[in-house]
């Protein structure tokens, strides 16, 4: 293992990914002692100023400095993600197992994943915000309905495989309870497809918040997440390009290094894969 892991580190871009996400993980984490402003101050007289010593980032419409709001931004955009990556994956492996394991269950589950699967993600997200109402909590309870569908059909489908190995049909044979196959032996071993499926999903929540909070149907603007400081910015961008440029860098940056560190996860987790590391 410690050699595999030596191979993924002379990748650069996973070394590389792996190192931004650490550096905003702990900017986010460190927040309040990294900023120079409160992200809330409101200085009318220093609005719209550029960038410079005082501003590294520049201040926004309503004189609040950009660079505390990033770093603040960083801390809510990446909890969202976090707390939607666990709850789609709890709901979503007891579904997939479910599906993969028992035979009855598999139909009525699938279907209702299909047919959460066939609307657009961010539609469905909009839809159910709509009807849940736009704040930090119900965001997250509707990217975690969003993205639990995708979850379900990759345990499903791991399950599959792993429920007709004799080791499976071995621990039946001597007794062992049902949930302690499923929990123990087929879980521990569709462990690598479900780590590199949250990988993903934490990048495709940051996104997804930061789309929502754009449209102005996500978390309310008091928040300084990312996509609420684009949507806020936009009208001033003609005379104040920093107020939506810093944000989306972040935005980029966060969701390029989740999608190289799972890159370098699924290389490290999938045998195939690992022969040519």
């Keep these: 293992m410690r050699t595999l892991f030596a191979k993924l580190s002379r990748r650069k871009l996973v070394l ?17 002692w990294m900023t120079p402003y409160d992200p809330t101050a409101l200085k009318i007289l220093d609005r719209l100023q550029s960038p410079r010593a005082a501003h590294w980032f520049g201040t926004d419409e309503l004189g609040r400095d950009v660079f505390s709001r990033v770093i603040f931004g960083a801390r809510y955009s990446l909890m969202i993600g976090a707390l939607v990556v666990l709850i789609s994956m709890f709901c979503g492996v007891l579904l997939g197992l479910a599906a993969g ?66 080791f499976i049909e071995a621990a039946r044979a001597i007794g062992i309870s049902i949930w302690r196959i499923l929990f123990i032996h087929v879980l521990q071993n569709i462990a690598s497809p479900i780590l590199v499926q949250a990988t993903f999903i934490f990048a495709y929540a940051v996104l997804a918040e930061a789309g929502l909070s754009f449209l102005g149907v996500g978390v309310p603007p008091v928040l300084p997440t990312w996509g609420s400081m684009i949507s806020s910015g936009q009208q001033f961008s003609h005379q104040a390009f920093w107020l939506v440029v810093f944000p989306g860098i972040a935005i980029i940056l966060s969701a390029l290094s989740l999608q190289m560190v799972g890159d370098g996860f699924r290389d490290l987790l999938d045998p195939k894969l690992r022969k040519a590391l």
């Design 16 to 32: 590389a990914g792996a190192v931004i996400l650490a550096s905003v993980a702990l900017l986010a984490l460190f927040a309040p």
């Design 101 to 166: 394991f028992f035979r009855r269950l598999d139909g009525p589950i699938m279907r209702l994943v299909d047919a959460m699967m066939s609307f657009p993600d961010i539609l469905l997200a909009i839809a159910l915000v709509a009807v849940l109402g736009a704040s930090m909590t119900n965001v997250i309870l509707a990217l975690a309905i969003v993205y639990t569908p995708r979850v379900a059909r990759v345990v499903r489908a791991s399950t599959l495989v792993v429920r007709e190995l004799l």
